[in-house]
């Protein structure tokens, strides 16, 4: 280990120069793995702090960060442990945060976005995502039941008024790269041209039972990047997102047959197939084992490309982050969410 202050980089890590990277649209540039931060509403914020300085300590530089994971001051703590080390500068670490669906109105994403970087004490994001795309309130631990009276479906206007509060941020020098999250294509092509600043990336649900290659492709042709979240499958994810249809990646025959072929975990297979289509993964972790084999699997030999066919053409298909909790009066159900067809479903919501 080599040691500055309580932080130290670990002698097992992973060097910068192995890890591969994507640029976005703005010539910023990503690692093509990150360490997600979300702790399900089981893993406490001070062990989540304790797993960021372990993720970073073993050569993660991408922190997925937001607002409603409450953890972004615990988190600020490991983060100013990490840099007063020395061990680590600033511009070295890519730091994501995200706007909380409670702070959609004007004159809030400031606010809130410095709020953020008050508690993660930092002077700049690289990177800030509208966190989902519908104004509501849920508190932290909500269950499936709950819904905001409150609650308002997608809406261009409401977004864009959003987004363009996002633009300033970029102007004032507070943010470095903005982008979207749990957005579809039709909402994307909705608000695209009212757009100053295009989005760098969409964070979404990627994982081998939800390949969503229609996204990807439309997301390419616009250049903006595609960070897979829940690339597991969330298999710890809290109560309220499990239903009892929901499938398990971990034992799909496809990944089970390349994993045993390979001799490695489930896991390695879905992390590889995700870096090699070109999105950017962000699984979390509690084990250092964990983060260390899902970081090292981005620098070893690839998949094969039949393998990758094998995986592509899995047909089993599960959303397991349904958003249910924010729909609105009168939605009908969660798939109303995502547009499944073709066009923006407002759920029968009238303005
Ligand atoms: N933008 C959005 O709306 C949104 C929504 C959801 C999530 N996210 C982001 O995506 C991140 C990841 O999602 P997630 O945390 O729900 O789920 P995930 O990354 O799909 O799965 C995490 C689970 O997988 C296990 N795991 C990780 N590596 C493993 C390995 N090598 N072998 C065996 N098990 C392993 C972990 O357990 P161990 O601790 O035992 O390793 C953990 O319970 C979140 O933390 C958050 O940053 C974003």
Redesign the pocket.
């Known amino acids: 280990m080599e040691r500055a202050g309580q932080f130290e980089l670990a002698a097992d890590r992973i060097e910068q120069a192995a890890i591969p990277k994507y640029t976005l649209n703005n010539n910023t540039v990503m690692p093509c793995i ?7 509403d089981h ?1 406490t914020p001070k062990d989540v702090a304790e ?1 960021v300085k372990t993720a970073v300590s073993l050569g993660y530089r991408q922190l ?3 607002r409603a ?1 409450g953890n972004e001051k615990e988190i600020g703590a490991a983060i100013n442990e990490i840099l007063a080390s020395r061990l680590i500068k600033r511009e070295e670490l890519h730091i994501t945060s ?1 706007i909380w669906n409670d702070r959609h109105k004007e004159g809030e994403v400031l606010i809130s976005c410095a709020e953020t970087l008050r508690d993660l004490k930092l002077n700049y994001l690289d990177l800030y ?1 509208i ?2 795309p519908f104004p509501n309130h849920h508190g932290p631990g909500c269950d499936d039941n709950e819904r905001d009276p409150n609650a308002k479906p997608f809406n261009a206007d409401r977004y864009l008024m959003v987004w363009h509060q996002m633009e300033r941020l970029v102007d004032l020098g507070l943010v470095k790269s903005i982008g979207v ?2 957005m579809t294509i039709p909402k994307l092509d909705s608000v695209w041209p009212h757009m100053r600043i295009k989005p760098a990336v969409n ?3 990627l ?1 081998p039972h939800l390949q969503q290659t229609g996204l990807l492709a439309y997301m390419k042709e616009k250049n903006i990047l595609a ?11 809290p109560d309220r997102d499990r239903t009892d249809d929901d499938t398990n990646i ?1 034992d799909d025959p496809a990944i089970s047959k390349i994993a045993k072929a390979h001799n490695i ?4 297979v879905c ?1 590889k197939w995700a870096v090699q289509r070109g999105t950017l ?7 250092r ?3 260390l ?2 970081l090292r699997c981005c620098t070893e030999y690839p998949l094969a490309d039949t393998e990758m066919n094998d995986i592509n053409s899995i047909t089993t298909t599960n959303r ?2 349904k958003g249910t909790v924010l729909l609105w009066e009168g939605a009908p159900s969660w798939r109303c969410l995502w547009d499944l067809n073709g066009e923006i479903d407002t759920g029968g919501w009238r303005e």
């Not at 975990?265 to 390695?268: L, Q, Y």
């Not at 993964?281 to 084990?287: A, L």
């Open positions: 990150g360490y997600g931060t979300f702790g399900s893993v797993s997925d960060c937001a994971y995200k995502l966190h989902w999250s749990n964070e979404v649900e994982h960070i897979a979240h829940t690339p597991l499958g969330s298999p710890n994810r971990l975990h489930p896991v390695t992390i993964p962000v699984p979390f972790s509690t084990s084992s964990h983060m084999s899902n397991f982050i």
